[in-house]
C-alpha cells in the first residue's frame, strides 16, 4: 500500500496519534491514519512510505492499540538491471 504524504517518520506508525506540522487537521488525520494502518496490519500489506529515507516497504504489525513495525522489504534500485 502507497501511504504518500499520510506518513512523514515512522513515529507516525507506532503511535497513529502523532501528528507532524504537515497535518492541518489534527483529528482526522489521526483518525486516517489509524484506519490505513488497520487495513494494512489486518491484511498484510506491505506500507510503502514516500517521505522515509532509503527506499523500500515495511510490513506493519497490530499490537493493542500500536503498530509495531515488521521486517523491511528493500528495493534495489538496479535490480531490474542484473536481470
Do not use: K, Q, Y
Not at 50 to 76: I, K, Q, S, Y
Request: glycine share 10%.
Amino acid at each position: 500500500m502507497f501511504v504518500g504524504d499520510l506518513l512523514h517518520s515512522p513515529v507516525p506508525i507506532l503511535g497513529p496519534e502523532h501528528n507532524s506540522c504537515f497535518c492541518p487537521g489534527p483529528v482526522r488525520a489521526a483518525a486516517t491514519r489509524r484506519s490505513v494502518l488497520e487495513r494494512a496490519a489486518h491484511r498484510r500489506e506491505l506500507v510503502v512510505p514516500a517521505r522515509f529515507g532509503g527506499a523500500g516497504a515495511v510490513e506493519v504489525r497490530r499490537r493493542g492499540d500500536g503498530f509495531p513495525l515488521g521486517p523491511w522489504a528493500v528495493f534495489e534500485a538496479d535490480a531490474h538491471a542484473r536481470r
